[in-house]
């Protein structure tokens, strides 16, 4: 029995649904949002809320959605738009909203059918995305399978005789360690930071590094809102099956991956922009799958190096910082910036969980009036620094020659170069609060009590 409440400021949709025998409608048509609260407060078993965009209220719908995932994260929520709108489409979905309809192009059916189809559905998605695992388990020979090779090589180890025999099995064997460990060797590398640090820059760059390190490099534009590596490389359309699918307007019957959305940038390199694609409104996927998304592309690639958002309520940000080997966090030395970095780092590590020795910083745009390298070194005390990126004057230059000039400086190339090597040879690192640690600690923070009486 599918426990349902309707907040419409219109009885007609509840009525409706209290004729059908397999809905239990828990109260009247709600006339106001703070009766959703009210409500809420009162039922803990609700299974489906139907919202209208123009309930009155205080809140915009957005804001009135995060309001009621706040409270009960697990209700499900159709809403209903007065007009088309894939910008509010968009945030809403990213914010748990399950259906979106418009007034005067819905039929009450089409809801009720809706709500009786879903639970099939959300069983195909489990199974379908079941599935995908286990392909993608298969092809990665998981660790499971590594565990049984190396027991394997121990018990051929421990048998006596057939010399030759045994021989080739560990030779076999090593073999598939090696292809293992190569798999190992591939990186996921999110770089994060606050708007306008030079994330896009810094993953060209890194990626340009690797490549004369003669790596196979994925660029993944991950930034939804901003997207614009693109533009920097010089890559004014999507790839021709995009465009036959846009311009025929079929991105549902005929649904897009993402290969589709790779292109060519060189031998070595790839890009995927236009990931805003795959969730439009019309073509959504979840958050979660992002971790499949990521497994099959790695299958491909050395790197990965994804330039993500500085939005912080996105949840397909957060999973993407769960499923990187690496996280590049930029910041610049500057008493603004440092604090923007450490409360962003806060959400990361604090709110989101992510564990801290995954981060690793780079200090971009460093001059000659930044903040000195030993507050900075006290202030993010548990995060290791890899280094420092001096502020380079042509940067602009490069952006708008679509990076086909090589204007970094001698100077700045070696500092890349040095990140790079550090990235490479990356391992995580385990934070060891020692005396030493301590002792900063108490000097950053005398720092911290004189700055506040600035």
């Not at 809140?59 to 009135?64: A, R, S």
């Not at 059916?109 to 559905?121: G, L, P």
């Not at 790596?215 to 809102?225: E, T, V, W």
Request: glycine content about 2%; aromatic content about 8%.
């Amino acid at each position: 029995m599918k426990q349902i409440i309707t907040a419409l400021g219109n009885p007609l949709l509840n009525d409706k649904l209290k004729e059908e025998e397999d809905f239990k409608i828990l109260t009247k048509d709600i006339q106001y949002q703070d009766g959703i609260f009210e409500i809420i407060e009162k039922e803990n078993k609700i299974d489906y809320l139907i919202l209208s965009e123009i309930l009155l209220g205080e809140y915009k719908i957005e804001n009135l959605i995060e309001k009621i995932k706040e409270k009960n994260n697990k209700i499900k929520i159709i809403v209903i738009l007065e007009n088309k709108k894939e910008e509010i489409e968009n945030i809403l979905y990213l914010k748990g909203v399950k259906k979106i309809y418009y007034n005067n192009q819905v039929e009450i059916k089409e809801i009720i059918s809706f709500i009786k189809n879903d639970d099939i559905e959300e069983n195909e998605k489990i199974k379908f995305e079941l599935e995908n695992l286990k392909k993608i388990l298969l092809k990665n020979n998981i660790s499971l399978e590594q565990e049984n090779e190396k027991n394997n090589l121990l018990k051929l180890e421990n048998e006596k005789g057939k010399n030759e025999e045994l021989k080739n099995e560990k030779e076999k064997n090593k073999i598939k360690l090696i292809k293992n460990n190569k798999e190992k060797d591939k990186k996921i590398i999110s770089v994060v930071g606050t708007g306008g640090v030079g994330k896009s820059i810094i993953t060209l760059n890194l990626s340009n590094i690797l490549k004369e390190k003669n790596q196979k490099i994925l660029i993944l534009d991950f930034d939804i809102l901003n997207n614009s590596l693109h533009t920097i490389l010089g890559v004014n359309n999507y790839p021709q099956k995009i465009k036959n699918k846009l311009q025929k307007n079929d991105l549902i019957q005929n649904k897009i991956s993402v290969k589709d959305l790779i292109i060519k940038i060189n031998k070595k390199v790839d890009l995927i922009s236009g990931i805003n694609l795959l969730f439009d409104s019309k073509y959504k996927i979840s958050s979660e799958k992002i971790q499949f998304i990521l497994e099959e592309l790695k299958q491909y690639y050395d790197f990965i190096v994804i330039d993500t958002s500085c939005e912080c309520f996105f949840d397909y940000t957060k999973n993407i910082l769960h499923y990187s080997d690496t996280i590049l966090f930029l910041l610049e030395a500057n008493l603004s910036e440092i604090k923007k970095a450490n409360n962003l780092l806060k959400i990361y590590t604090e709110e989101w969980n992510i564990e801290k020795n995954k981060f690793n910083l780079i200090i971009n745009k460093y001059n000659e009036n930044a903040v000195d390298d030993k507050i900075v070194k006290h202030i993010f005390l548990d995060y290791k620094i890899l280094g420092k990126i001096k502020f380079n004057k042509k940067y602009n230059n490069l952006i708008n020659k679509n990076f086909e000039e090589d204007i970094l400086t001698k100077n700045i190339k070696k500092e890349y170069e040095k990140i790079t090597d550090k990235i490479i040879k990356l391992k995580n690192r385990k934070i060891n609060l020692t005396i030493q640690n301590i002792y900063r600690r108490f000097i950053f923070n005398i720092y911290q009590k004189n700055q506040n009486k600035i």
